[in-house]
């Protein structure tokens, strides 16, 4: 997801968990899409309000590809004044215009328009890139975006949930930071075995698009 369109989301978190209805449309229009995975689904609809549903999937969406915060406009079709204030805000931060008349009669508009150039959720990294292990700069902008479902990423890379627990504990008002001594004791006790192509299995396991990583490793 680009970096706009998570601002605007984090931007509009309270309201948006607050108005949404999600469990008729707006959940099943975004596993039809791909977007969101059956596990993924469950995880959101065992919430116990409907104000837990929506942070549950606002938690979810920013790890979701590329495509996601477009599909989520897309979804918002019986919440037209939302995306309204969605769509004017991204044209707002970026300074664009008004949407043209072929985006318009997509229900796209402004910089929502932009996830339109990615037509697939296979991974963009090279193969010398995925070969390598990541800088520390890399790592860190990783630690950024992992979000909510960075535990089962660093299990997945070998940690113990002992070593999970300690990271969360040690930082338990810096996600980021947590995330990130994690990523670097995996990359220590790994060595050259610690590379990018690791990680990138390691997310893709956690169900997260592999856009996550290349705005990691590319941006």
């Given at each position: 997801?680009?970096?706009?369109?998570?601002?605007?989301?984090?931007?509009?978190?309270?309201?948006?968990?607050?108005?949404?209805?999600?469990?008729?449309?707006?959940?099943?229009?975004?596993?039809?899409?791909?977007?969101?995975?059956?596990?993924?689904?469950?995880?959101?609809?065992?919430?116990?309000?409907?104000?837990?549903?929506?942070?549950?999937?606002?938690?979810?969406?920013?790890?979701?590809?590329?495509?996601?915060?477009?599909?989520?406009?897309?979804?918002?079709?019986?919440?037209?004044?939302?995306?309204?204030?969605?769509?004017l805000e991204l044209q707002n931060s970026a300074g664009t215009g008004p949407p043209g008349p072929n985006l318009a009669g997509n229900g796209l508009s402004g910089g929502?328009?932009?996830?339109?150039?990615?037509?697939?959720?296979?991974?963009?990294?090279?193969?010398?890139?995925?070969?390598?292990?990541?800088?520390?700069?890399?790592?860190?902008?990783?630690?950024?975006?992992?979000?909510?479902?960075?535990?089962?990423?660093?299990?997945?890379?070998?940690?113990?949930?002992?070593?999970?627990?300690?990271?969360?504990?040690?930082?338990?008002?810096?996600?980021?930071?947590?995330?990130?001594?994690?990523?670097?004791?995996?990359?220590?006790?790994?060595?050259?075995?610690?590379?990018?192509?690791?990680?990138?299995?390691?997310?893709?396991?956690?169900?997260?698009?592999?856009?996550?990583?290349?705005?990691?490793?590319?941006?």
């Amino acid at each position: 997801m680009e970096p706009e369109h998570r601002a605007v989301l984090r931007k509009f978190r309270v309201q948006l968990s607050d108005q949404l209805l999600i469990s008729d449309t707006i959940v099943p229009f975004l596993y039809q899409e791909g977007v969101l995975t059956e596990a993924q689904v469950e995880q959101v609809e065992g919430q116990l309000t409907n104000r837990q549903k929506n942070l549950k999937l606002l938690d979810l969406l920013p790890n979701r590809g590329p495509r996601a915060f477009c599909a989520f406009l897309e979804a918002l079709r019986d919440f037209g004044w939302i995306r309204d204030r969605l769509l004017l805000e991204l044209q707002n931060s970026a300074g664009t215009g008004p949407p043209g008349p072929n985006l318009a009669g997509n229900g796209l508009s402004g910089g929502a328009a932009v996830t339109a150039r990615y037509h697939g959720d296979a991974s963009r990294i090279p193969d010398s890139v995925l070969q390598r292990v990541p800088s520390d700069r890399e790592l860190s902008r990783l630690a950024q975006r992992l979000g909510a479902e960075w535990e089962p990423v660093l299990l997945d890379l070998g940690l113990s949930a002992e070593a999970v627990y300690r990271c969360r504990s040690d930082h338990s008002l810096n996600t980021g930071a947590a995330v990130l001594d994690g990523l670097v004791l995996w990359r220590r006790a790994g060595g050259r075995r610690a590379t990018v192509g690791r990680l990138l299995r390691s997310l893709e396991a956690a169900d997260l698009h592999p856009s996550v990583l290349e705005e990691a490793v590319l941006g």
